[in-house]
Nanobody
């Protein structure tokens, strides 16, 4: 069974930075694509950034390109989201996701979320 635990959220000022971490426990972290999603009050959950299993290719929402960086450490079983030049509209609960396709169907896991608030 896979478990994901996010950390690193909190309060930041506009223009500031935060680094989120997501610790993966379970089997074969390197076989999962990892993503960060966020959900602001009254809005749908949206994809922020994703990183592939092996090559580490990344993809970002247009709203965070050039400001956020996703990375993974396949030794520490951890995925990170470095968030720079934060804006008030980045305020949301941020969720870590692990996903992989298998012969017996897709596997999809979520963390409990960590609150990020950007305010002066």
């Amino acid at each position: 069974q896979v478990q994901l635990a996010e950390s690193g959220g909190g309060l930041a000022q506009p223009g500031g930075s935060l680094r989120l971490s997501c610790a993966f426990s379970g089997f074969s972290f390197s076989s999962y694509a990892m993503s960060w999603y966020r959900q602001a009050p009254g809005k749908e959950r949206e994809l922020v950034a994703s990183i592939t299993r092996i090559s580490g290719s990344t993809n970002y929402a247009d709203s965070v390109k050039g400001r956020f960086t996703i990375s993974r450490d396949n030794v520490k079983n951890t995925v990170y989201l470095q968030m720079n030049s934060l804006k008030p509209e980045d305020t949301a609960v941020y969720y870590c996701n692990a996903a992989r396709e298998a012969v017996d169907g897709p596997y999809d896991y979520w963390g409990q979320g960590t609150q990020v608030t950007v305010s002066s």
